[in-house]
Nanobody
Framework: QVQLVESGGGLVQPGGSLRLSCVAS????????MKWYRQAPGKQRELVAA???????NYADSVKGRFTISRDNATYTGYLQMNSLKPEDTAVYYC????????????????WGQGTQVTVSS
């Protein structure tokens, strides 16, 4: 079993910055993809950013140039640096990880964090 714990959310003024963290713990041999999703009230959950184990990144058009996803493979930690925040970035942000649990098995498992609230408001 694997747990993902997010932190770093909060209330910030428009134009401000926040850095989200996601720490994975448990039975982990390696983490393939790490992703950040968000869900605003009344809206579907959407992919914000993704990063592979090799460091290749992908972003939603709405956050390109403002958000940066990164990871520390040694500590199984993912990050989302959010700059120039806008009110429309307000949402619950969720961490996702595709985990390989065992060295002798290529099978992967999907895990989600509990979410962290980001509110952008003056």
């Amino acid at each position: 079993q694997v747990q993902l714990v997010e932190s770093g959310g909060g209330l910030v003024q428009p134009g401000g910055s926040l850095r989200l963290s996601c720490v994975a713990s448990g039975s982990i041999f390696g983490i393939n993809n790490m992703k950040w999703y968000r869900q605003a009230p009344g809206k579907q959950r959407e992919l914000v950013a993704a990063i592979t184990s090799g460091g290749t990144t992908n972003y939603a058009d709405s956050v390109k140039g403002r958000f940066t996803i990164s990871r520390d493979n040694a500590t199984y930690t993912g990050y989302l640096q959010m700059n120039s925040l806008k009110p429309e970035d307000t949402a619950v942000y969720y961490c996702y990880a595709l985990v390989r649990a065992y060295e002798l098995s290529p099978r992967t498992y999907q895990y989600w964090g509990q979410g962290t609230q980001v509110t952008v408001s003056s």
